[in-house]
């Protein structure tokens, strides 16, 4: 038995050496051009496979896939940030991108054989060892809209499709980009600038440009302007007319609770109520706390519940609105929402 043990103890000490010797002396050829050796790129590709089938769970509740907002945001966030690498639908690849190894494999080819939730878990975490990145924060509901329009890719999206669900309005860029979204208020999870001041949305900018307010998609959208024209984006957005969206049908008892929940005494001496922080009919409200009359109803649960779950971030004064949003369960959600939604965009400024 000793002796067995200590053969074994030589053979690692061995393996170790001969390890030490590939990684320090150079001499594993890391060369792209070379390839993996025959066998490791079925391995790793198989490995992914299998792996992505073990931990992508089917989740209890998935939003429609087949919603056009959700497809037209997806794209529109692919444009930025996959296409470099995967090409749109019916272009082909940069050869650069085609001689990576492992290659990215052309859209319409990537998304074949995975189920919806796969392709989530895929965007979400990314495949280690090789170039696939994974969703740039810390956050995977605002994932679904790409996932909405991979399925669109998946039953046939063609090249004429895409480029009208992401072409641009004829404006200057960077303004022409950032209308692209933000547009006419038809994406439901994309909030509309224009009730906002000046000071809030450069604050938001900066926050999701640095990180400390999370959401994938503005992570990509502030990174692809110079900083230096944040300022003038949030000035501009700021300067525009409310749009005149009819305010959105909400269920009279739901709005009723609402109202009561934002103009209700709290309890809590730390925590005033939602209108003193943020209207209706405030004149005096602080030029960084947004404006919520009219927002569409689906971007108002999205924030809620993540400020409730604590994974919003925002800036300097997100402090206040945790706290403010640490005791709401669903029902008050759903209320404050309805509330807030129902109300025309106007009376909040
Ligand atoms: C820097 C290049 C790069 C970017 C950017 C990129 N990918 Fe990938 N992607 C890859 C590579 C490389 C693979 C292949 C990995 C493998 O086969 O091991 C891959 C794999 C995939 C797959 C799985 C394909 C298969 O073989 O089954 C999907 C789906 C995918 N990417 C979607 C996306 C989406 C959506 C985005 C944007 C949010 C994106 N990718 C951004 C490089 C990239
Ligand atoms: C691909 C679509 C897309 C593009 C392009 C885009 N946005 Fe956004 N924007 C979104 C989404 C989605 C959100 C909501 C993100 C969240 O959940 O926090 C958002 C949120 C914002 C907010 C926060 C508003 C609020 O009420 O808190 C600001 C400010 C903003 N965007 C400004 C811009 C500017 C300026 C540009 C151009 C540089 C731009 N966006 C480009 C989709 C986009
Ligand atoms: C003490 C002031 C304060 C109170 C009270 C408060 N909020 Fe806020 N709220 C803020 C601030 C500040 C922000 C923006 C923080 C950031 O993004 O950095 C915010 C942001 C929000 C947003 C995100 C809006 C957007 O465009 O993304 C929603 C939704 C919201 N609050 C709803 C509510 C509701 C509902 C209540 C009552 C339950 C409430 N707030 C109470 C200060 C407050």
């Known amino acids: 038995m000793k002796r067995v043990l200590q053969t074994l103890a030589a053979l690692a000490v061995l393996a170790g050496l001969a390890g030490g010797a590939v990684v320090g002396l150079g001499l594993y050829n890391v060369s792209a051009r070379v390839g993996h050796l025959q066998g490791v790129s079925w391995v790793l590709h198989t490995t992914f496979r299998n792996s992505v089938r073990l931990r992508a769970a089917r989740p209890a509740e998935m939003p429609d896939l087949s919603d056009p907002a959700l497809i037209e945001l997806g794209a529109r966030h692919y444009d930025t940030a996959c296409r470099s690498c995967h090409a749109a639908p019916g272009e082909a690849q940069s050869a650069t991108m085609?001689?990576?190894?492992?290659?990215p494999p052309p859209i319409g080819q990537a998304v074949q054989g995975w189920k919806p939730y796969q392709l989530h878990w895929?965007?979400?975490n990314g495949i280690k060892m090789s170039g696939m990145p994974p969703w740039p924060a810390q956050r995977e509901d605002d994932v679904w809209p790409v996932v909405a329009f991979l399925s669109s890719v998946q039953q046939?999206?063609?090249?004429?499709?895409?480029?009208t669900l992401t072409r641009?309005?004829?404006?200057?860029?960077?303004?022409?980009?950032?209308?692209?979204?933000?547009?006419?208020?038809?994406?439901?999870q994309v909030p509309p600038l224009n009730?906002?001041?000046a000071a809030y949305l450069e604050m938001a900018l900066q926050a999701y440009r640095g990180g400390t307010r999370a959401s994938g998609i503005m992570a990509q959208a502030a990174r692809e302007v110079p900083p230096e024209t944040m300022g003038d984006l949030a000035r501009w957005f700021a300067a525009q007319p409310v749009a005149p969206i009819p305010p959105q049908d909400m269920p009279a008892d739901l709005v009723e609770r609402g109202r009561a929940l934002v103009h209700?005494?709290?309890?809590?001496?730390d925590v005033p109520a939602c209108r003193a922080c943020h209207g209706p009919d405030r004149s005096e409200r602080s030029a960084f706390f947004p404006n919520l009359a009219g927002l569409p109803a689906p971007y108002l649960r999205t924030q809620l519940?993540?400020?409730r779950d604590g994974r919003r971030g925002g800036g300097p004064q997100a402090g206040l609105m945790r706290k403010a949003a640490r005791h709401l369960d669903d029902s008050d959600i759903a209320a404050l929402v309805a509330y807030y939604a129902s109300l025309p965009a106007e009376t909040g400024q």
């Open 195 to 197: 009730g906002q001041g």
């Open 264 to 269: 209700a005494d709290t309890g809590d001496p």
């Open 156 to 163: 046939g999206m063609e090249g004429a499709d895409y480029g």
């Open 98 to 103: 085609a001689a990576m190894v492992p290659a």
């Open 168 to 188: 641009l309005p004829d404006e200057e860029a960077p303004l022409a980009y950032c209308l692209g979204c933000h547009g006419d208020g038809g994406l439901a």
């Open 305 to 307: 519940g993540l400020w």
């Open 122 to 124: 895929i965007v979400a």
